[in-house]
């Protein structure tokens, strides 16, 4: 990482922990995932601060922001766009809709039916969107950020596993400390921390922090010790459906990123270790025994990592 590089991060982390207090690990791992190009799930209880932090990175990155309210009425073509008739001739012209965008808030994202939620599948996956037979490509960058309430709410759906595939990290924020949740409630006492926020970047500069982050070294060793890590998941007798290949690209990305916010040009198993349950714990499907027995996917993540050999 170059010194012009090292500054946008660390004004992008600086902009971020202004607003979302006492959460700096769960921001280092937002911004691995704006750097890695990947999507990410947010799934926590209403009111700890998602939409804010979702808005407050658009804003920080200087991007286009779009925001979508899930809810069961809400059909594909609200998010992606239709065809409108024009009554004067006849004719049909697109109208896109809110996916056309660079930051795009899927808000409570498993409140819609699997039908609706499947329309960003194209986006996040192929950076396009096809309507009546015809492709649009979408602005890059183009970065998804759902959120999503616990499925044991009332009103909600269960994201099918090829959506919850496409998002390269599942966060948390969790409720604040004492400490931290005193500390928000003065200094929104005057203003919201969004109103004095500004662009630490443009588009040209984090696209080049895109590109630099694939140039992260990974020697082969770390690559294989990663792979040894997705068959531990497959091979598991308390999962009945491990991590896919598009997974192992998701987690070798990642840690990339990670290596190099934290100003290493090589990856190293510790990155690997610290990533894999944002990146690994939602794909994969535990077996019955297992899901109603009180185990977690991250458990099971934990003991994979556990018992996986590093190498030297």
């Excluded at 005057?190 to 696209?207: I, S, Y």
């Amino acid at each position: 990482m170059n010194e012009t590089h090292a500054a946008l991060v660390g004004a992008l982390r600086s902009s971020l922990e202004r607003v979302i207090l006492g959460k700096e690990e769960v921001i280092e791992l937002m911004i691995i995932g704006v750097l890695s190009a990947g999507h990410v799930l947010l799934e926590d209880v209403p009111g700890v601060g998602k939409t804010t932090l979702a808005k407050a990175l658009a804003i920080a990155l200087g991007l286009d922001f779009s925001r979508v309210q899930f809810t069961p009425d809400l059909l594909p073509g609200d998010i992606v766009g239709s065809q409108v008739l024009n009554p004067k001739d006849g004719s049909f012209r697109f109208l896109k809709g809110p996916v056309f965008t660079e930051v795009l808030l899927a808000d409570e994202i498993n409140r819609a039916s699997p039908r609706t939620q499947s329309a960003l599948l194209e986006a996040m996956s192929e950076g396009q969107v096809t309507v009546e037979g015809k492709t649009y490509p979408l602005e890059q960058p183009f970065f998804v950020l759902a959120t999503q309430n616990p499925v044991d709410f009332q009103g909600t759906y269960p994201l099918p596993e090829a959506q919850l595939d496409r998002f390269l990290l599942r966060l948390s924020l969790g409720y604040p400390s004492h400490v931290q949740e005193l500390n928000m409630l003065f200094a929104h006492q005057d203003t919201h921390p969004l109103d004095g926020l500004e662009a630490v970047m443009d588009r040209g500069e984090l696209l080049s922090l895109q590109r630099a982050v694939r140039g992260v070294s990974v020697k082969r060793e770390v690559g294989d010790y990663l792979i040894r890590l997705i068959e531990g998941t497959r091979r598991h007798d308390k999962v009945d459906l491990g991590i896919s290949p598009r997974g192992a690209l998701a987690c070798f990305r990642a840690a990339q990123a990670r290596a190099f916010v934290h100003g290493r040009g090589y990856v190293s198993p510790i990155d690997l270790q610290e990533l894999a349950v944002p990146t690994m714990a939602h794909r994969i499907i535990l077996a019955p025994e297992a899901r109603y027995g009180g185990t977690s996917p991250s458990d099971i993540i934990d003991e994979v990592v556990a018992d996986t050999e590093v190498p030297g």
